[in-house]
């Protein structure tokens, strides 16, 4: 199930990261980082204006924009027009942390059964300044509601880094195979 971490002051240690600063930390990882690190990584993050390169819409899908990867992680910039969202998927082995720069995002988690399948588990609103984080094995829908009136920012980062996902459609006990397409440029 995916997890929201709580803030605590326990959970924050160090001083205000960069932008920056967070990719050249996921960069010095040699071994695959874990989720609580990434949260409070990301926790620590003034992601500011530095974003900015990294943003680019389009059409018809959300765009990925990757910041960096290496072996043990990535890290990438997420732009979803109103109503853009992802397949019903997992993330195959990798957990990972998802921080809203701007905009709404709606999350629906699920549950899957041999039997019965896919089915609904819960669903969420995080606003700018979320955070939200899967972990192994959770299944889950993000996207930019079609009501929002509004573009969605997101940053996300992958421990380790994302290959083929297993995709699922509700209702069905199905399981697909879907590889994300490179990031529209990195």
């Known amino acids: 199930m995916a997890t929201q971490f709580q803030e605590t002051e326990e959970s924050f240690h160090g001083p205000t990261l960069t932008f920056s600063d967070l990719a050249e930390k996921l960069k010095a990882f040699t071994i695959v980082p874990s989720l609580p690190e990434l949260y409070e990584l990301v926790e620590r993050t003034d992601f500011g204006e530095e974003v900015q390169p990294y943003l680019g819409f389009k059409a018809g899908n959300y765009s990925r924009h990757r910041v960096m990867k290496t072996p043990q992680v990535e890290m990438l910039v997420l732009c979803w027009k109103p109503g853009q969202r992802t397949p019903i998927h ?11 720069h701007e905009g709404i995002l709606w999350e629906t988690t699920f549950d899957y059964d041999t039997e019965t399948g896919l089915n609904y588990q819960s669903h969420r609103e995080l606003r700018a300044g979320g955070l939200t984080v899967s972990e192994v094995p959770d299944i889950h829908q993000l996207g930019n ?26 209702g069905s006990a199905t399981i697909e195979q879907y590889t994300p397409a490179e990031p529209d440029f990195v």
């Open 90 to 100: 997992d993330h195959n082995g990798s957990h990972g942390a998802v921080f809203v």
């Open 145 to 170: 509601p079609d009501v929002s009136g509004q573009d969605l920012i997101t940053i996300h980062i992958y421990a380790p880094p994302l290959g083929v996902l297993k995709t699922y459609k509700l």
